[in-house]
């Protein structure tokens, strides 16, 4: 049996970091389809705009078939319904991520049963890089040259 395993990759990618990547290239070989969803939060203030946001991933995939980038607003596991998902893809940094993430799985499984969590640890080097963290340090003016992939990187620095 040769079914298709699509996966939601979500978060607010404001910006996409290094580690992000690195989660999704360890992901790819296990889905036939990742979309890397941009979740629109409206009482979230986003440093960078949702189209900034998706320009700089399709740059960071450009070539890569099996991944799409896509934006939404709503319940991840409701969106993971309308795309065909059965999977929400996560990073695991650390046992406070892990904690907040299971909960979420628990919820997201009360609610669609179907629609599976897959959670990938961060490699060590990684552990301490997050988008929120990457926007404190470009909002104060500091230098995130080693935490945003490169591709990404040269769309910010156009800006």
Known sequence: MNEEKIAL????FDPITIAH????ARALP??????IGIGLNSNKQALLSQE??????????AG???VEVVSYEGLTVEFCSRIGASYILRGIRSSSDFEYEKAISQMNHAMRPEIESVFILSNPGYSAISSSIVRDVMRYGGDVNQFIPEQALAILKAQ
């Open 64 to 66: 890569e078939e099996k």
């Open 9 to 12: 990759f979500p978060g607010s």
């Open 52 to 61: 900034l946001r998706e320009e700089m991933i399709r740059a960071v995939y």
């Open 21 to 24: 990547v690195d989660i999704l």
């Open 30 to 35: 296990l889905f036939s389809k990742v979309y």
